[in-house]
């Protein structure tokens, strides 16, 4: 069974940086994705970013372009999400996902629908 623990999320000011880390075990094949996704009070739970197993490709949301990096070390079973030049609408609670056994590139990144699995989530609270 797949698990993922979440941590790193809390308070930063505008402008400021925060690491959440996605904790990832469980994996019964080399081929998947996990995705970062978050959801603010009264929106619907976005897409993030992703990253695939067997490459490690990348995606990004447009709003996030530039600002968030999405990796990962393999050796630690652990994907990382660096946000830095935080705003405030980035306020939001921040899932990790991942997908079952299937080729990552076949999926839509962006889909929450595409992921089998999810962690606990950790708040992120960008305010002055």
């Known amino acids: 069974q797949v698990q993922l623990v979440e941590s790193g999320g809390g308070l930063v000011q505008p402008g400021g940086s925060l690491r959440l880390s996605c904790v990832a075990s469980g994996f019964t094949s080399d081929y998947y994705a996990i995705g970062w996704f978050r959801q603010a009070p009264g929106k619907e739970r976005e897409g993030v970013s992703y990253?695939?197993?067997?490459?490690?490709?990348?995606r990004y949301a447009d709003s996030v372009k530039g600002r968030f990096t999405i990796s990962r070390d393999n050796a630690k079973n652990t994907v990382y999400l660096q946000m830095n030049s935080l705003k405030p609408e980035d306020t939001a609670v921040y899932y990790c996902a991942a997908t079952g056994p299937r080729d990552p590139f076949d999926i839509i990144w962006y889909l929450k629908s595409e992921y089998d699995y999810w962690g606990q989530g950790t708040q992120v609270t960008v305010s002055s």
């Open positions: 990253i695939s197993s067997r490459d490690g490709r990348t």
